[in-house]
């Protein structure tokens, strides 16, 4: 079968699944409208048993794009100490590196989510959740939805994760092993310190979940900028001084620290604070 055989034959069967765009003509779509569709209609599916014949069309086609965007290796980003000849303590540990996030192959790659944990609704939204959600496929929902369940069953119906905790999931059609959810604070009337200390807890409950699950390499993104207003420059200082005391203690247990940005701004940000 074709790639676009089975794009249109994806497409179909999610079209299926759903009760609410049965009735979607897609027939007259581009292939990139298409794509868009498949997204869409990922993004836009509550938890629910996944068909057996769903996943595995899916999980081809996510194979597929992840291929064509590239898969980039530890080994292909520099650390610090190579790319600006850092002399900081744990140089060789730390990386900094712009691109796309679900492209990483590393131990654990870090999700901004939200309190409902279940990933983002929004059809083709540009937050990071949407793009790990949509990258690893339809189980990462389904995955969190049972844990969140299980919360509930435990703390009562009406639960929320709380901000700074780390959960972790696995990373099914993503090429890193794990994803670390985290919800980050929303900043709305200003800065305070009660908001950084939730930042730093962040950073420092997800580095505890890769002591005590063994993962050896974790990339964070830049958790609470965005769409959570979290000052880009303060959450950066919050995030290197985390990471840097983390190491202090337990060098030992981490071989890689990514700091993850997607825009030019953080790019500037960061490699004011990492070139020392």
Known sequence: MKETE???????KLKED???YKQLETEGYSLEEKKNAIRSLMNI????EIPGELVELQDEYLQEERKTKGIVKLEDIPTIKE?????SSYAD????WQGDITRLEAGAIVNAANSQMLGCFVPCHRCIDNAIHSAAGMQLREECSHIMSRRR???GRKYEEPTGTATLTAGYNLPCDYVIHTVGPIVYDG???ELCQDLQNCYENVLKCCMENN???VAFCCISTGEFHFPNDKAAEIAVKTVADFLEKHGGCMERIIFNVFKDSDLEIYEKLLVV
């Open 191 to 193: 800065l305070n310190d």
């Open 6 to 12: 089975k794009i249109v034959l994806l497409l179909e």
């Open 153 to 155: 069953i435990k703390y």
């Open 215 to 217: 993962i050896k390499s």
């Open 83 to 87: 790319a600006f000849s850092s002399k």
């Open 93 to 96: 540990k730390i990386s900094l």
């Open 18 to 20: 759903s009760k609410e």
């Open 45 to 48: 599916r509550m938890p629910r």
